[in-house]
């Protein structure tokens, strides 16, 4: 059973362009999670996803950040018109249920980097 | 959310027992007590977790208060590799909210 996998594990862009961040969760895990971290910060939690629902985007900058979990394929981080205080690293968690006592378990992340 | 307090950093020899404790006196019932850590900048790994019990499995123990305001990640044989940064994190449903953490650094 492959783990949480993301891609890019690098990303570089320009100011200004648009990163699109994938994440796909462990076989038989419905619930996604999206973290970002700071250089040098903690873990902050952005959004939570169930299958084309968005349930919990309170962590998720009001503008230029978008997510998406569809019925089939990836969930997407979508971080548009990039700015150099984007750079950091995203991770992604899945877990396969809304019970207290489920793991999350996390992907390797994204590097983003924006010049 | 339960507010969380560990030591900053802490050292421990290799072979020795690494002793890790939390502070989570707002811990709600519900809430289950989760260690994860984070391996230089790595994804967090999963530990550990529980919620009255003391719990144990292949990579530590944990071992939670009567009152559950407190409890202690135990390393029985800590080794180079398990130099990380150590999360507790009370947590129920939705989302995991990681503190400072300890910074955890084995030596040989």
């Known amino acids: 059973n492959a783990g949480v996998m993301q891609n890019p594990r690098h990303l570089v862009r320009r100011r200004g362009q648009e990163a699109r961040l994938r994440c796909s969760p462990m076989k038989g895990h419905s619930h996604v999670y999206w973290y970002r971290q700071l250089p040098e910060e903690g873990l902050k939690f952005m959004v939570y996803l169930q299958k084309e629902n968005i349930i919990d985007e309170s962590g998720m900058p009001k503008e230029r950040f978008s997510a998406e979990f569809p019925k089939e394929g990836p969930s997407i981080l979508r971080i548009q018109q990039v700015v150099r205080g984007d750079s950091a690293a995203y991770f992604c968690?899945?877990?396969?249920?809304?019970?207290?006592?489920?793991?999350?378990?996390f992907g390797a992340g994204t590097r983003l980097s924006v010049l | 959310d339960a507010k969380t307090t560990q030591p900053t950093s802490m050292d421990c020899a290799e072979g020795r027992a690494a002793n890790l404790p939390c502070n989570h006196s707002?811990?709600?019932?519900?809430?289950?007590v989760y260690w994860y850590r984070q391996i230089h900048s790595q994804g967090p790994q999963y530990i550990i977790h529980?919620?009255?019990n003391n719990e144990t499995n292949e990579m530590a123990s944990l071992i939670i208060t009567e009152d559950r305001k407190s409890s202690t990640l135990i390393l029985p044989h800590a080794t180079l590799r398990d130099t990380a940064v150590y999360y507790c994190?009370?947590?129920?449903?939705?989302?995991?909210?990681f503190g400072t953490g300890t910074r955890l650094q084995v030596f040989p």
């Open positions: 994190i009370p947590y129920n449903t939705d989302k995991l909210i």
């Open positions: 968690a899945s877990s396969p249920a809304l019970v207290a006592k489920n793991i999350q378990y």
């Open positions: 529980g919620l009255k």
């Open positions: 707002t811990i709600s019932g519900n809430e289950y």
